[in-house]
Each structure stands twice: as C-alpha cells, then as structure tokens.
C-alpha cells in the first residue's frame, strides 16, 4: 500500500525517528526572502532557517522561483513541507517546516514585490547558480545578455534575480524603508561584492541616483556555503517512504557536514545565527577562496577525469587509485601553495578533510552533475590557481590535466550527438565537433573562448604549452600519464 503524503495533516504520522518542526508554522512570519529553491537551498539555507524558527518565529522563508513552476506545484499538496536526508552510515531525516511559500516569478510577480517591499523581509539570499547572474568573462554585468537586455527594457516586468533586486530596492528606496541584506550564496568569489557591482550596474542603466543609493546603503556580505548535495532521484524518494512512513515527493539529501560563513556586518546581525551554526566573521575571502579552489576545483577535476575513466559517482572516482593520488597531488602541491597561511584555517587538515568527504560510500554524488556548466565553473574554480601557480613560477601540470579532461568531455559528447547542460553548450558542441584529435589545433580551438579563457592568460605561451601537452598526454579515455 502506497503511504500516505506528507504534509501538515499527516505530519504528526512521520515515524518518531524523523524529527520535526518544533515550533508551531502557523505562527510564523516571512521575515526573508530567497530566490532559487533548489536542492542546494532547501538543503542548505532552508535547514538553518528551521533552525532559527525553533527561537525566533521571523524567520520563515517565501522562496522564489525565477522559472519553472516544478518545485512550488510539487510541493504545493505537501503544504511545502519536505524531507532532508542527512547522509552518514545511519542517516538522519529531518522534516523542514521553514518554506512559507513558493512564488513563481513569473506568474506572480505582484506577490514577489510585497515580499521585496515588505518591511517584514530583512534578508535576501539566492542560490541561481553562476550563470544566474548573467556576468561577462571578467565577472562584470553583461548588458547584452538576453534576460539583462530584456530587463532593462521591461519596466518592473523583469524576469532576472539581477533586475528583481533592483526593482525591490529601488521601491523600498521610494517608500523609504530600510534595505534588506543581501546575501549571494552561491560559489562565485566575492560573492557579495560582484553581486553589488552587478546589481548597481543595472540600476545605473536608468537611474544613477539608485545606483549610488545601493552602492552605499545596501549590505552585500560575503558567503561561503558548504554541504555535498546529490540530485533527489526515485532511490531517495523510495528510502524516505520507507524510513518516515509517509510518501515525499521531492525530498533532498546531503552529506552531514555542513557549513556556512557570512561576512559580519550590521545589516546580518538579525538572527541568531550562532545559535545553529552559522559562523559571522569578518574576513570570509580566506574560506572562500579555499572552499572555491579546494572543493569546487577538485570536484570539477573528479568530474571530468573521472568521466572519461568510465566512473559514475564521485566516491567511485576516488577508489580509483589513480585518480584518488592525482586529485591529492593537484590539491597539495598546486592548490594549496596559492592559498595565504592562516592561523584560522589549516590548508593541509581543509584537504584531508575534503578528501575524506569525497570518499564517503554513503553519499552518491554524480559526476555528471558538476560536469554542469563547466564553462562557468573553470574560470572561479581552477584558473585562479593556475595564474597563481604561473606568478610564482611553481607547477600546474594537474591543473592542466583537468582542463584538458573538461576539452576531452565536451570532444566525447559532442562526438556522441549527446547533450551538455551548459549556458555556452551550443559553441562548445560546435567545437567539439571540428576537433580532430590534434592536441594544439583542437587546445587553440578552446582557448579561444574568451568568456572562460582571459586572452592575456589564453595568449601565454607558457598556457597554451602546458595544456596542449595535458591534453596530448590524457587520451580520450581519461588514461594518465605515468
Ligand atoms: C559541486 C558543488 O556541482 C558542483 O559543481 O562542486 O555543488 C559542491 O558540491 C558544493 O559547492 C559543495 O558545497
């Protein structure tokens, strides 16, 4: 018998082993706003804000989609209360009572501006993925991306998170009540502040006045966010029937570990956030360099080397022994030497830590799903570490590997007529095709992207040479060099 779906009416039926909101939903009130309700958000954000309510009832959260309508209709019969799995050799499930509402952008855009407008709503956070915020390759705004384009035409019919936050601000200006903290938490550098620049960018498009407004008002912290988050798939929807007694139909699931950095600045100190875990600090770039180029770079290294050896999930990678020595190697002797030393975080106990992540069988982590958008993740995750490595006249030949590997997975799906989720897939399909197995002609055909690859770093010799001999030595199927 298929069991009941989860939701307010059946939620005193969850197994006693599935912990619970401890706080009465009905009382609470949206005090923040999110756009992009995603795995990583409801796993992520939403899991400190249920936190949060269980002391302090604003923190309930409207969450914006800017899309697709899935998340709002699926979860609507569950009255947007879901299961997070936490992954471990016995996992734990948690049912999250923070959502209060999902809003889908653009069919409802009146709601999302009360919630921008409300005084009620002190923070904003978005996770929209790199390419969210429509930057050009020097992390700037792009004018002439097609949704900034459109939005600086549209009035307040806009349909980017980039014109929604200014459009909100920009009223809560006019009415005169106080901006909200706008916090990015998505794994660009910088976060905060390239999301000002773009968000200022836009504003002063029509109005240089809210421009310098923004500029000076408005709190864009720093963030680094942290927490491995695998795709819901139908074996996670089946474990979490099983486990809680109640059907979910989009649960989400994460490793344990979990961790989140906000730079402290007044405009945050609104919750207590020490309280569930969230660190405030005010120098946040050292973790956030570390987390982008440890974590994010070797996961992207993993991803495409290891889908060319034929590996499916990320702990399969590292039993590979080849791989698991290389992606140690790239971290400790070309990663780590181009992170400053710290006395508040040791590089060489981060990297055992985050290998020791990567290993856990119990988490299923598909390679494939960070391959994602590798054109926008390369640029923030390893080319840093490249022009640090270069600068100091040290070694990158793993660093080389791994963007050879990216070029020799976009080759293998472009040869197989297969599809690439990627906001430039359609030059990289049309490259992958032309190539002819030729290390420099098919390596100068990349570099000469230049939203992903600086010509000054793409026209460098020494570059050009390094990968070329990367790509020579990798072989299609991942095989590497002794
Ligand atoms: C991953 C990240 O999919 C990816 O590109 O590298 O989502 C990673 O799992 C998270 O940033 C970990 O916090």
Known sequence: MKPKQLSEATLAQVRAAVARPRYAREACRVGWLHFGPGAFHRAHQSYYADRLLEQDPRWAISAVALHSSAVRDVLAPQNDLYCLVELAETARLRVIGALREILVAPQERPAVYARLESPETRLVTLT???????????????????????????????????????????????RGTAPFAVVSCDNLP???????????????????????????????????????????????IARVAAESGLYDAWPVQREQFTQWVI???????????????????????????????????????????????????????????????????????????GLPASESLDIGSYIEATLERF???????????????GSKKLPVRL????????????????????????????????????????????????????????????????????????????????????????????????????
């Open 263 to 337: 730079e402290d600045v007044p405009a945050v100190r609104v919750a207590d956030w020490a309280a569930v875990g969230v660190t405030l600090t005010r120098d946040v770039t050292l973790y956030d360099r570390a987390k982008l180029r440890v974590v994010n770079g070797a996961h992207s290294a993993l991803a495409y080397l290891g889908l060319l050896r034929g590996h499916a999930t990320v702990a399969e990678a590292m039993r590979d022994p080849q791989v698991a020595r290389y992606v140690e190697q790239l971290l400790r002797e070309e990663v780590a030497p």
């Open 128 to 174: 929209v993925t790199e390419k969210g915020y429509c930057l050009d390759g020097d992390g700037r705004l792009d004018l002439e991306h097609p949704d900034i384009a459109h939005d600086l035409r549209a009035g307040d019919a806009v349909r980017s998170v980039i014109g929604f936050l200014a459009e909100g601000l920009r009223r809560r200006r006019t």
């Open 359 to 373: 290993r856990a069988p119990s988490v299923r982590h598909q390679l494939a799903q960070i391959a994602w958008d």
């Open 190 to 236: 910088d976060n905060g502040p390239t999301l000002r620049a773009a968000v200022t960018a836009f504003a002063a498009e029509h109005d240089p006045e809210l421009a310098r407004w923004i500029e000076q008002e408005v709190s864009f912290p720093r963030t680094m966010v942290d927490s491995i988050t695998p795709a819901t798939d139908a074996d996670l």
């Open 383 to 482: 080319l840093p570490s490249v022009t640090d490595a270069m600068t100091a006249g040290r070694s990158w030949e793993r660093l080389a590997l791994a963007l050879a590997a990216w070029m020799r997975f976009v080759i293998g799906r472009a040869r197989a007529g297969g599809a690439l989720t990627d906001p430039h897939a359609e030059r990289l399909l049309a490259i992958g095709r032309a190539c002819t197995d030729q290390p420099q002609q098919d390596v100068a055909r990349f570099l000469g992207l230049e939203d992903i690859f600086p010509p000054a770093l793409a026209g460098a010799v020494a570059f050009t040479t390094a990968v070329v001999a990367a790509y020579r030595g990798l072989g299609a199927n991942g095989s590497l060099p002794e």
